[in-house]
């Protein structure tokens, strides 16, 4: 009995010791000093949202009749602007932006509609990708024009196929067929080359939080450069991951890992670096294949793009194609939220002047090749990011993430075992590079993210069966902001 109630006494010191909390760290974060991109068009949206059960009570003639007229008179508007160089401040995009609110709408109303909307809008994004090589990307007019119009009008046409049946929803959508000299596979029917980006969104919650936790929101959480053999033609995603660090996939571990969309993006072929060597995206992308079987590259949480002893996955790509010479990421991303830097700093983050996922789309050395998404993960996408834009209100509100000082003690006892997990070349339960508090608030986050998921699912289905349509984007950000508190 004395040994087991010393054995007890052991244990209770042992819980007690590691119950202490270490002391925080107190560097110097590297934050931003713009304000974040905000929309602020609540009126819009209503009037979107009006327009589109308008276009639904017209007969169909005559709502086919408008469609027409007013896709012919846009279409005529771009088309006398295809050869001109277009400069940010100019009216151009702006008056091309409003047109496509307008139609958009009503093509959502229609019963029978054809693919306009989704030919357009890639014809639009094809020319803007072309004047923004003149442009100076880090200048706010270049910056805020780009987001509007590549990002603005991919919501316009998602919310156009989460009206649309499944025989009408399109999933791949081909934007530009970028010249390439170097080796080439395919991936869900789409042709991609060695050297290519594959940007994506993943389906857990912290993804949904990179993807909007940015000055400029965006729809992507991730990064994978593609590597591609010259005798298998077979194709290997090179990519960081929180889990383990940088890795090599296979075509059917990178479809495996849950993507809710992705995006294929190809460096220019008329870049001076490719023009004096083609091949130059193959060699970036064999230089990192390589370099990630060479030596274990942890992951690195503070996303500090400068220093490669530990990547983040924006990094990998970045960092290959830096070895020959080519930038990537025009202009830096910035996160200037105060809510959102205090969150992201319980995870690690020390950098707020970045590379992150979504605005690698904005840069004018790469090309967008082809997007796919279907439509029960894009609806999903638009619901996850809908719970993180009012979890991001609350964050901005004050409101810190929490964990259960209680379970402290279990949470290190579990981090010494990953550790010894990652010193066999494993994978540990809590990641290498994260604290055991960092775990706990992480589980905080996860649980406040599933909480008010939840309530806003209650909240869709209640619309839904009422109004038979499935809500805007805009109705789902105020379903989740409802759902914050019980």
């Known amino acids: ?49 009006a327009s589109f059960l308008s276009g639904k009570a017209m007969p169909a003639a005559t709502l086919d009749s408008l469609v027409n007229h007013m896709a012919m008179e846009t279409d005529s508007l771009l088309l006398a602007h295809a050869d001109k160089r277009i400069s940010p401040e100019d009216g151009f995009y702006p008056r091309i932006e409003t ?25 639009v994004r094809k020319k803007l990708k ?5 442009w100076d990307m880090n200048s706010d007019a270049a910056r805020n024009m780009s987001y509007r119009v590549l990002y603005g009008m991919r919501a316009a046409v998602e919310e156009v196929l989460l009206q649309s049946t499944h025989e009408q929803f399109v999933s791949t959508m081909y934007v530009s067929d970028e010249a390439s000299a170097t080796p080439a596979a395919k991936i869900m029917g789409i042709p991609i080359h060695s050297g290519d980006m594959l940007v994506s969104r993943g389906g857990a919650e912290v993804s ?31 990519e960081a991951h929180i889990e383990k660090g940088v890795a090599i996939a296979s075509r059917e571990a990178y479809l495996k ?54 990547m983040f996955c924006s990094e990998v790509g970045s960092y290959a194609y830096k070895q020959f010479g080519v930038g990537l990421w025009e202009f830096t991303s910035t996160i200037s939220s105060p809510g959102i830097i205090d969150w992201l700093h319980n995870f690690g983050v020390e950098h707020f002047v970045t590379q992150m996922p979504s605005d690698l789309e904005y840069d004018p050395s790469l090309s967008v090749v082809a997007e796919w998404r279907d439509k029960e993960t894009l609806f999903q996408d638009h619901l996850d990011n809908a719970v993180m834009d009012a979890l991001i209100g609350r964050a901005n509100a004050g409101e810190k993430l929490t964990y259960n000082r209680w379970l402290l003690p279990v949470a290190r006892v579990i981090k010494a075992y990953s550790f010894l997990l990652t010193s066999l070349g494993k994978e540990g339960i809590i990641p290498e590079g994260m604290s055991p508090v960092t775990a ?3 589980n905080d986050f996860v649980e406040r993210f599933q909480q008010v998921k939840a309530r806003t699912e209650l909240k869709i289905a209640a619309f839904e069966n009422e109004q038979s349509y499935v809500p805007p984007y805009w109705q789902l950000v105020r379903f989740a902001e409802e759902s914050l508190d019980p």
């Open 257 to 310: 890992d849950k993507k809710l969309r992705f995006m294929v993006m190809r460096p220019r072929a008329h870049l001076q670096a490719l023009k004096a060597d083609p091949m130059l995206p193959h060699k970036a992308a064999l230089y990192m294949y390589e370099e990630a079987q060479e030596r274990h590259i942890p992951y690195d949480f503070k996303m500090d793009y400068y220093d490669p002893s530990a």
């Open 1 to 49: 009995m004395k040994k087991i109630l010393k054995v007890l006494l052991v244990l209770a010191g042992v819980y007690c010791l590691l119950l202490i909390p270490l002391p925080q760290k107190d560097g110097a974060l590297q934050k931003p000093s713009q304000a974040p991109f905000v929309w602020d068009q609540d009126a819009l949206w209503e009037q979107l949202e």
């Open 440 to 442: 706990l608030k992480n």
């Open 99 to 123: 047109r496509f609110f307008q139609i958009a709408p009503l093509i959502a109303a229609q019963h029978n509609r054809s693919d306009w909307h989704i030919r357009f809008y890639n014809s």
């Open 130 to 134: 072309e004047d923004a090589m003149y």
């Open 208 to 238: 949904a939080f990179i993807s909007r936790g940015n000055d400029f929101p965006g729809n992507f959480s991730h990064v994978a450069l593609v590597y591609i053999s010259e005798d298998t033609n077979e194709p290997y995603f090179v």
